[in-house]
């Protein structure tokens, strides 16, 4: 069978009898290749035929991408503001090229754009004299329409090496372009295998480093486009967005992995030698219990959600945190008295935060008491302030310091949040009468605090000393209260109680 893109590249002006014979061997090429292969079919390959078949359907798919780049080029083009009325998009009664595309391709937003975008930086353009205009980045245009590399990987090319343009000569930005052409095709001296899109991007980065080593120039664009958005509330959550400068993202993410890594994490996935090493020095049913203890479900952008919480928790409580209009910056709820004033766990009230349009459960607003105080504010129906009591601590800063020194952590096993970046929880709730004293009080992280109860973690306090119970997902059968002992003295004392007893023995 004849190929397309040699039949369309054939026809010097093609019109409506050229393009309809284009358009039936595309559809008869893919007739064709549906009876060849099914999709079902790649089920009956060998390991070694499988990954044989992956790359060759790869190699077919990157011809089909260059076809549908150069068409999201023309398009593009062809939809120029300049055409007036005349611009294709116009025409056919859409706003836009995308729109166009999108209408015809039934592809989504972002991925038109991008199309549109590569075809028209390596689309072939027209003097003004009608001779041809090569593209700004000759070799990444054929090789994307040869199918020597892919999309992605022109795209990667594309996106490290404009920028230079505004301050380096063109010979040396197309220089470059070959050295990462070859780098991805496997001719290249230096890479003589081929290189995955993800590292091409990374050899651009550093292309354009050197290309612009005045580094502000080429960074203009991503000053400007640094941005963090916070969105309107969606089915509970609130979603965010934005782009973040690369030092900054670097940061968060050492960050992310401090509090992630297995040697630090708050609550930790351990690989099987991460768990012998956590374990050493403990009898193999001890080892088990330890390891049920420390298991979390939670996702790894789950974590990173809660890793984030603590991050604002602890730059509020910073001393150097700026404040509003004289005073800390306060999250402010507000919640019906008889819904805060509910008996414990039957409450269904919720509250309202400033500023936010979901709602948060009652649960959150009691932990919000707990860790930040209260203050009642009484508004009457026709909305006027009627009485504004004093704030409220729950816990004064002398007693969360004992609390911290005592607990030193999160006391939730396996979790390792140091106790300045926890929260204090009442034990017996306030609402129940539960005192605010130390002897009432414990460490919990964000995470822990929250989801205390859905959780199912059981935690009493016994003379002061503070014991934990798992929850039955965890522990089945006969469930036990267990000391919790966190605190390096009281660690130090347990150890040389057990060895007093070993060489009593």
């Given at each position: 069978?004849?190929?397309?893109?040699?039949?369309?590249?054939?026809?010097?002006?093609?019109?409506?009898?050229?393009?309809?014979?284009?358009?039936?061997?595309?559809?008869?090429?893919?007739?064709?290749?549906?009876?060849?292969?099914?999709?079902?079919?790649?089920?009956?390959?060998?390991?070694?035929?499988?990954?044989?078949?992956?790359?060759?359907?790869?190699?077919?798919?990157?011809?089909?991408?260059?076809?549908?780049?150069?068409?999201?080029?023309?398009?593009?083009?062809?939809?120029?503001?300049?055409?007036?009325?005349?611009?294709?998009?116009?025409?056919?009664?859409?706003?836009?090229?995308?729109?166009?595309?999108?209408?015809?391709?039934?592809?989504?937003?972002?991925?038109?754009?991008?199309?549109?975008?590569?075809?028209?930086?390596?689309?072939?353009?027209?003097?003004?004299?009608?001779?041809?205009?090569?593209?700004?980045?000759?070799?990444?245009?054929?090789?994307?329409?040869?199918?020597?590399?892919?999309?992605?990987?022109?795209?990667?090319?594309?996106?490290?090496?404009?920028?230079?343009?505004?301050?380096?000569?063109?010979?040396?930005?197309?220089?470059?372009?070959?050295?990462?052409?070859?780098?991805?095709?496997?001719?290249?001296?230096?890479?003589?295998?081929?290189?995955?899109?993800?590292?091409?991007?990374?050899?651009?980065?550093?292309?354009?480093?050197?290309?612009?080593?005045?580094?502000?120039?080429?960074?203009?664009?991503?000053?400007?486009?640094?941005?963090?958005?916070?969105?309107?509330?969606?089915?509970?959550?609130?979603?965010?967005?934005?782009?973040?400068?690369?030092?900054?993202?670097?940061?968060?993410?050492?960050?992310?992995?401090?509090?992630?890594?297995?040697?630090?994490?708050?609550?930790?996935?351990?690989?099987?030698?991460?768990?012998?090493?956590?374990?050493?020095?403990?009898?193999?049913?001890?080892?088990?219990?330890?390891?049920?203890?420390?298991?979390?479900?939670?996702?790894?952008?789950?974590?990173?959600?809660?890793?984030?919480?603590?991050?604002?928790?602890?730059?509020?409580?910073?001393?150097?945190?700026?404040?509003?209009?004289?005073?800390?910056?306060?999250v402010l709820v507000s919640v019906r008295e008889q819904d805060l004033n509910?008996?414990?766990?039957?409450?269904?009230?919720?509250?309202?935060?400033?500023?936010?349009?979901?709602?948060?459960?009652?649960?959150?607003?009691?932990?919000?008491?707990?860790?930040?105080?209260?203050?009642?504010?009484?508004?009457?129906?026709?909305?006027?302030?009627?009485?504004?009591?004093?704030?409220?601590?729950?816990?004064?800063?002398?007693?969360?310091?004992?609390?911290?020194?005592?607990?030193?952590?999160?006391?939730?096993?396996?979790?390792?949040?140091?106790?300045?970046?926890?929260?204090?929880?009442?034990?017996?709730?306030?609402?129940?009468?539960?005192?605010?004293?130390?002897?009432?009080?414990?460490?919990?992280?964000?995470?822990?605090?929250?989801?205390?109860?859905?959780?199912?973690?059981?935690?009493r306090m016994v003379r002061g000393a503070v014991q934990i119970m798992a929850?039955?997902?965890?522990?089945?059968?006969?469930?036990?209260?267990?000391?919790?002992?966190?605190?390096?003295?009281?660690?130090?004392?347990?150890?040389?109680?057990?060895?007093?007893?070993?060489?009593?023995?």
């Open positions: 069978m004849t190929d397309p893109t040699e039949t369309l590249a054939a026809d010097a002006a093609p019109g409506p009898s050229a393009a309809a014979r284009v358009v039936a061997e595309l559809h008869a090429l893919a007739g064709e290749l549906g009876s060849t292969l099914a999709c079902a079919g790649v089920r009956s390959f060998d390991d070694d035929g499988l990954l044989q078949v992956a790359t060759a359907v790869e190699a077919l798919g990157r011809r089909v991408d260059a076809l549908r780049v150069a068409a999201a080029g023309e398009v593009a083009d062809r939809s120029r503001p300049e055409f007036g009325t005349a611009q294709l998009s116009a025409t056919k009664g859409c706003r836009t090229a995308g729109e166009l595309l999108e209408r015809v391709t039934l592809v989504s937003g972002p991925t038109a754009g991008r199309r549109m975008r590569l075809g028209k930086q390596l689309r072939t353009g027209l003097s003004l004299g009608g001779e041809p205009v090569p593209p700004t980045f000759p070799a990444t245009a054929a090789g994307l329409a040869s199918g020597a590399i892919g999309v992605d990987t022109a795209d990667a090319i594309l996106t490290a090496l404009t920028p230079t343009l505004r301050c380096t000569d063109l010979d040396s930005v197309q220089a470059a372009e070959s050295e990462l052409v070859a780098a991805a095709t496997g001719t290249s001296e230096e890479t003589p295998v081929p290189v995955s899109a993800d590292e091409i991007r990374l050899q651009g980065s550093v292309w354009r480093a050197v290309l612009a080593p005045d580094g502000s120039r080429p960074d203009d664009h991503a000053v400007v486009a640094r941005s963090f958005r916070l969105g309107r509330e969606r089915e509970g959550v609130v979603p965010v967005s934005g782009a973040l400068m690369p030092e900054i993202a670097g940061k968060l993410r050492r960050l992310f992995d401090a509090y992630l890594s297995p040697k630090s994490a708050p609550v930790a996935f351990h690989t099987e030698e991460d768990a012998d090493t956590n374990r050493e020095g403990l009898t193999p049913e001890q080892a088990r219990e330890q390891a049920l203890l420390e298991r979390d479900d939670r996702t790894p952008d789950q974590r990173r959600h809660d890793v984030l919480a603590v991050i604002l928790d602890v730059a509020s409580r910073a001393g150097e945190a700026p404040t509003i209009g004289g005073a800390p910056a306060t509910a008996d414990f766990g039957q409450g269904r009230g919720v509250g309202w935060i400033d500023g936010v349009d979901s709602p948060i459960p009652i649960t959150a607003v009691k932990d919000l008491i707990s860790t930040g105080g209260q203050q009642k504010v009484v508004i009457n129906d026709e909305g006027r302030i009627i009485k504004l009591g004093s704030p409220e601590r729950c816990f004064t800063p002398a007693q969360r310091r004992a609390i911290q020194l005592r607990d030193e952590r999160c006391i939730i096993p396996g979790c390792k949040i140091p106790a300045g970046m926890t929260e204090i929880h009442h034990v017996i709730p306030h609402s129940e009468g539960g005192p605010t004293h130390t002897d009432n009080g414990v460490c919990l992280c964000w995470w822990h605090h929250r989801y205390l109860a859905a959780s199912g973690w059981a935690i929850p039955p997902w965890l522990e089945t059968g006969a469930r036990k209260w267990r000391s919790v002992t966190k605190s390096r003295t009281r660690m130090t004392d347990a150890i040389e109680r057990k060895n007093m007893t070993r060489r009593d023995q």
